[in-house]
């Protein structure tokens, strides 16, 4: 009886350690998979190295797709119209590619197929560029 109990008492810990284990390894892995959800998507063109970091030409190119692909929903100024506005998202950056390369069944088309992965990078940047300016500080409330 002594034996059996030792040796469900080491099966017992041994379990504990294997769940200990995969628990540390699982948020390891959830802490990594936040710190990527905020990257740009990789480049278009393979082997570039790491993804491409905004600059004011991709802004630029992003506010024409823009423009011609999503203010039509959007508003010209990004504000929302029949599509939500746009200024200071709080979601991540894989996740706006996610929505703009899938959409969303009968709110929003996917354009995956009529813009390219740069094309999306630079239409993220000019996303990302949208920011709600403060009221002025003499401003009533």
Sequence with gaps: ??????????????SGLALGGAFVFGKAL???ARADSHQLP????????????S?????AAGRK????????CHGVDARGD??????????????IVSVIKTG????MPSFAKKHSDAEISEIL?????????????????
């Design 30 to 32: 959830q802490q990594q």
């Design 1 to 14: 009886m002594n034996r059996e109990l030792k040796a469900l008492g080491a099966g017992i810990l041994t």
């Design 65 to 72: 797709l823009f423009l011609n692909s999503c203010a039509h």
């Design 55 to 59: 600059t004011p030409e991709m802004v």
């Design 125 to 141: 940047a000019y996303v990302r560029s949208l920011k709600d300016d403060p009221p002025p500080a003499d401003a009533a409330p």
């Design 42 to 53: 990789p480049p278009a063109v393979s082997g570039q190295g790491s993804p491409p970091m």
């Design 82 to 95: 029949e599509g939500p506005d746009l200024h200071d998202l709080q979601m991540s950056d894989r996740h």
């Design 104 to 107: 969303f069944k009968d709110e």
